[in-house]
């Protein structure tokens, strides 16, 4: 099954400590989306890919987070200096590009916890 | 701002019992609607989905979604749960605009007592 894949799956790290999670999407999927989730929450958007282009950032990424998708097909979410308020679930997603929009597919998402 | 409400957020339900979990959203455009299911240890997972057409949307599992444009309402049913519907079940609103992106609901949590 080629889903959305994520790595890692949980990562704990110190205060201050640079984190970054990697998404490898569905394949010839040019839409790609990272979403933060804390506990009791839905799913809360942060970026957006359009093949390599970074189209869209929610006001919830700080500039401590960078996301990237150098070739088009994976993806990187770097949070740097991180504060234990970042302590959450980041979800990626893929979906095809189309008009009228096509359902978003969601991988596992990433734990981070940070002490 | 676009926003999506789930009125119930915890619901507990005995086996064979009908379920509703409530969803409104505000956004006067054209949306697309899903409600997406979360399993214990589990990804997101799409249950349904509406773009366009029959306002009543059958989905995976029994499940049905009404949509009402008139109230912004876009409602999750099932006439008979079963205790493996135990999971946390989200609305989400996508614009039809560039990035279609989801916006979701806070979630509901339903248990089902077998």
């Known amino acids: 099954d080629t889903g959305v894949s994520q790595n890692p799956r949980h990562k704990i790290t110190k205060r201050g400590q640079n984190v970054t999670f990697r998404c490898d999407p569905i394949?010839?999927?040019?839409?790609l989306y990272w979403y933060r989730q804390t506990l009791g929450q839905g799913p809360e958007f942060l970026t957006y890919?359009?093949?390599?282009?970074?189209?869209?950032k929610s006001r919830l990424l700080s500039d401590r987070f960078s996301a990237e998708r150098p070739k088009g097909s994976f993806s990187t979410l770097e949070i740097q200096r991180t504060e234990q308020g970042d302590s959450a679930m980041y979800l990626c997603?893929?979906?095809?590009?189309?008009?009228?929009?096509?359902?978003?597919?969601f991988g596992e998402g990433s734990w981070l916890t940070v002490v | 701002a676009q926003s999506v409400s789930q009125h119930n957020h915890h619901v507990i339900l005995s086996e064979a019992a009908s379920l509703e979990l409530g969803c409104n959203y505000s956004?006067?455009?054209?949306?697309?609607l899903f409600w997406y299911v979360q399993y214990p240890g589990q990804h997101l997972q799409l249950l349904l989905k509406?773009?366009?057409?029959?306002?009543l949307v059958k989905g995976i599992k029994g499940f049905e979604a009404e949509f009402i444009k008139s109230k912004f309402s876009f409602n999750l049913r099932k006439p008979s749960v079963q205790w493996s519907d135990t999971a946390e079940y989200f609305c989400?609103?996508?614009?039809?605009?560039?990035?279609?992106?989801?916006?979701f609901g806070s979630g509901t949590r339903l248990l089902v007592r077998p």
């Open positions: 997603a893929s979906s095809p590009s189309g008009q009228g929009g096509n359902t978003i597919y």
């Open positions: 394949s010839e999927h040019n839409r």
């Open positions: 890919f359009q093949n390599e282009a970074q189209l869209e």
């Open positions: 956004y006067g455009g054209t949306v697309n």
């Open positions: 509406y773009f366009s057409g029959d306002p």
């Open positions: 989400a609103v996508s614009r039809m605009d560039s990035s279609y992106k989801l916006i």
